[in-house]
Each structure stands twice: as C-alpha cells, then as structure tokens.
C-alpha cells in the first residue's frame, strides 16, 4: 500500500482522538514504520517537569523490529499540564540515512503521533484527577458518573446502593500507625472491590466513609464483610488487624425512577447515619420514615435561631436531696423547649441539636439563665443551693471553654460556689486531656465539676483516676430495682462504685430515683444524695422557687 493512502487512513482515526480500533492504528503504524525504514519506536511518559528531570516515569514500545538500532531522531512534548511526552525512534545499524523525503514524511509522522498520544495521554491524566482521590480511591464524582450511566442504560433497577463507615478507624490508626492504616483501609477497599461484578463499583466520599453499588445477588456477601475482615496492614510481617462497618442499605426497586444522583445518595447518607447509632443495628436499611425524620431533623436546626433570640428554650429545675436531712442541696438545670403552647421534650431535640454546634449555644444559653435566676434569688434574699449545668463533649473543640464559662458567671457576680458544670466522658485521647484541663481549670475557679451518667458509654476507671472531679453522678442502670437482691450485679456494681468514689474523695449522687426501698440502699451504701420523681420531677423555676423556700422556712 502506498505511503500516502496509509498515512491518510492514520489520520483518519487519530482525528477522533479516541481509540475505536487499536488493532487498526498498530497496523497503519507498523507498515508505516517498514515504510520508513524504522527499527523501533518508543514514548516516555513523565507526569510533570520535575519527574522528567529525576527520571521518574513511564515507557511504551510502539514498535520494534528487534533489530539492532540507534536512535536517529528524538521529538519532546510539553502538555496544557505540564506533563511531558518524549518519542524517540531508532533506525537499523548500519543502514543508509534517510532522504529528505522520508525525513520529512518521519516528522509528520512523528509530531502526529506525539500529538496524539499526548493528548490521550492528557485525558487519562485528566480523568485520574477528575475520578480518583489523593490516595488514589475512586471518588464521589465516579460514583455519580457509574449512577448516571446506569441510569442511562436502564440497569439502575435492581441494583443496591450502600454508604458504608469503617467502624472506629481512628482506633485502627492509633494502634498501627497513620501510614499502616491506610494501607489497610486500601487493603479493605481492593479486597472488596475485587470481589464484585465490573457493574458494581465502590469509591471513597472522603475519610473513612465510602460509597457503593453491587448487585442484588452479591449483597450477602458484602454484608458478612462488613460485619469483619482480618485485613493486612504490614506487608513485610503480613500482621493484621481486624476492619469492619457500618452501613445504610437501599435496595433499588422496580419503578425508580432517578431525578437526581442525590435521590440515592441522601437515602443510603440517612440510612447510613442510622446505623452509626449505638442503639441501632450495625446495617440499617432505608425506609419512608427516615425522610419523615431528616425533613424534622432540617426544621427543627432552622427554628433554632429564632427559638433561641425568642428564648423560646425554659430552664427547669430538678432537685438534689439530701436523704440524711431531707433538705434540697442543689438542683440541676435541664432544658424545656416551649413551642407555640407545647412543651418539646429535650430526647426530641438535643440529639438533633448534637449533629452540629447548636447544642453549644443551647449550653451557654441555659448557663446564663441559670446564672440571672441566681442572681436574682441573691437580690431578693432567696434561698440558693448550687445549680449544675450540662455541658455537651462537643465543647472539647473549644480551646477558650474556661475563659467563656467564666465570663458568663462573673458577669451576673455569681459566687462560684453556686455553679457547678456537668460533663459527660470522652472516646478519644485528645478530648480527654482537653476535658482534664477543664476540670483542673473550673476546680482552680472554685467552680464545681461532676462527671455525668457514669457508667454509660465508654466509662473507664482512667476517668476517675486522671480527673479530680468533686461529683460523681452513677447513672440510673447502676441503681439496684426493688426487684433485686444484695447479690444481684447491679447491688454489687452500686456499692463498689459508690465505695470508689468516696474513697477518691468525690461525692456520689444518684440519679432515677423512684422508690423508697432504692433509698433505704442507699442509705446502706452511705450514698448521700439523690435525684429522681421519688422526690420531685423538673419543674419550672417559680415552682423550684416556692419549694425551695418552703424547706427553708420549715427547717
């Protein structure tokens, strides 16, 4: 075949900038090449300049005739990214040099190819920034491409769409290292990746969170891997550590119809956040009632504002008693929300409240109104007993903590012995050294500190040991039922728990007190204080008020 009827059917299909045939292209490049005499030819990839200069890149044959060759001319390439291109083709040893024409023809051939190979070089670069992550994960963008093409192909019906979290990975990361933990999460990912059809697809949508869609047939499999795989995290050793998840499930049914990527992605997101959830199951399935619940989840965060510059929040009071004396010695602020005429009880909002900073401001708003109540209480000659106030964990981001708590009680000239500061336990080693700082901060202060529902979460003795709290507050699941014996476990955990806390010098309350015989034991643990509708549920401040000055004057 004539040179210029090979080279024009070359052109013909480099122009689509696609590689529809690549049988074809090598085969108009290889008569080419005998054409032109070439013993080999050969393109370096170097993803940027700086990798040029060390050497650091790829390398592909486009033809070689085995022969022994020299390099007879060289052609470089710089792309819209930097990235650089190198052809270099060799001729046989020994042979005759190229006339001007051939020389020509080899350029033109030369710098077309370059040009080619360079710009398809270009989009895989293009596609692997758009595509894949830092870590090389496929991202979230690939996932909405494979959903939109599914969609296209009408293959969407019947697949299964999962958001998964590697359960406790910060953990993974702390006993292993950063370094060997991500390879272990790509270990995780390849393994399961591996494992599904080539329709099935997973990506990674940041952290440890990851999305996927599998097949209907292949879910039984995925889920037993969710639930635990011993995954290698040193290649050298091959030790491993165990990885599993949690996910949100929803299985694609006939007559979906998709508007949007995000008509799959917020249901799994909202299954998903379900089944992270310490009282729900590890996978949770995606049903109508959880769009019912992120439609009230989104109203109730956009009342917030207003309910909080309206004070639309009230502080009720439960008391603390004595149970030696019978005299209220102190009381707990717990939170109301009064909306158009109906109390929102807290289990209703302070979760919602949690997913974001709101539950913040909701503190430092009870704080205050606890600090104007005393200090009104101080104006008119009331009697007043300390008041703690709660405290989410979600403070432990706030580097200024004491400073703005301070700021609020010293503002109204609270003594601050009338104030104390309830905080839950923390998971993690950093909030647990920001939250014994606090305390060591508060007590400096002379305000009061208590470790609230101790025995609930992840409670460890560390929490006691490390942190000089002045309350301990033991949780209604540690108080004995009238049901149980001196040798049930909730006796015996009771008393070691009280005994411990008074031997470390912090007092002991107990909270969910409703029965006289729960009393009576604690009266026989020397458990001084308690809290519970035995003695009196929350209550408004005027009825806090009335009844604290009521005992007053009756002792």
């Not at 077309?112 to 070089?121: D, E, Q, Y």
């Not at 503190?363 to 104006?379: G, K, N, P, S, T």
């Amino acid at each position: 075949m004539e040179y210029y009827i090979l080279f024009e059917e070359y052109l013909k299909n480099l122009s689509k900038l696609t590689v529809p045939d690549p049988m074809a292209i090598r085969s108009y490049i290889t008569e080419l090449c005998r054409f032109l005499r070439i013993a080999k030819v050969v393109v370096f990839f170097y993803d940027s300049l700086k990798d040029e200069s060390m050497g650091n890149g790829r390398s592909t044959c486009v033809f070689d005739t085995g022969e022994e060759c020299v390099v007879a001319i060289s052609d470089r390439l710089i792309t819209e990214i930097n990235s650089v291109a190198v052809c270099e083709v060799s001729i046989p040893e020994n042979s005759e040099p190229w006339d001007y024409t051939e020389r020509e023809r080899l350029i033109l051939l030369l710098k077309t190819t370059m040009t080619f190979i360079s710009r398809l070089r270009l989009k895989q670069v293009t596609d692997t920034l758009t595509f894949y992550d830092s870590d090389g994960f496929q991202n979230l963008r690939c996932f909405i491409g494979h959903i939109e093409k599914l969609a296209i192909d009408d293959r969407l019906v019947g697949k299964v769409a999962i958001h998964f979290n590697l359960k406790h990975f910060s953990l993974v990361n702390q006993l292993v290292g950063r370094d060997a933990g991500s390879i272990a999460m790509k270990g995780y990912y390849n393994t399961l990746k591996d494992d599904l059809d080539e329709e099935s697809i997973v990506c990674r949508c940041g952290g440890d969170n990851f999305v996927m869609i599998c097949s209907r047939s292949e879910l039984s499999r995925v889920l037993r891997y969710f639930s635990g795989a011993a995954t290698i995290y040193d290649r050298d050793t091959g030790d491993r550590v165990m990885v599993s998840a949690c996910a949100g499930v929803f299985i694609i049914p006939d007559g979906f119809e998709l508007n949007s990527p995000g008509d799959i992605i917020d249901k799994i997101i909202s299954a998903s956040q379900s089944a992270r959830q310490p009282q729900n199951d590890d996978v949770v399935y995606f049903n109508e009632v959880m769009v019912a619940n992120k439609e009230r989840i989104v109203h109730l965060q956009q009342l917030f504002p207003s309910a909080i510059s309206d004070e639309e929040f009230l502080v009720y009071y439960q008391p603390k008693i004595d149970i030696n004396t019978d005299e209220i010695a102190g009381a707990e602020a717990l939170c109301r929300w009064l909306r158009n005429g109906s109390i929102i009880p807290p289990i209703e909002f302070i979760p919602i409240l949690e997913q974001n900073n709101d539950v913040c401001k909701l503190d430092f708003y009870m704080l205050e109104h606890v600090c104007r109540d005393i200090r009104r209480w101080l104006d008119e000659g009331r009697p007043v007993v300390p008041v703690s106030v709660n405290f989410s964990r979600k403070h432990m981001a706030d580097v200024d903590l004491l400073k703005h708590i301070i700021e609020i009680i010293d503002k109204y000239k609270i003594p601050h012995n009338y104030i104390e500061i309830e905080l839950t336990e923390t998971n993690t080693d950093v909030e647990f050294r920001d939250l014994k700082k606090l305390v060591s901060g508060l007590q400096w202060e002379g305000i009061g500190t208590s470790v609230d529902d101790f025995g609930v979460g992840y409670s460890s003795l560390k929490l006691l040991t490390d942190i000089p709290w002045d309350v301990l507050k033991v949780d209604r699941s540690f108080l004995p039922v009238d049901e149980d014996n001196d040798k049930s476990c909730r006796s015996i955990l009771f008393t070691h728990v009280v005994s411990m806390a008074q031997k470390l010098g912090m007092e002991c309350i107990a909270e969910g007190v409703e029965t006289a015989h729960q009393v009576q034991i604690l009266r026989e643990n020397n458990c001084r204080y308690a809290q519970g509708f035995h003695f009196d549920k929350p209550m408004p401040v005027e009825a806090f008020e009335n009844k604290l000055t009521e005992r007053h004057n009756n002792l």
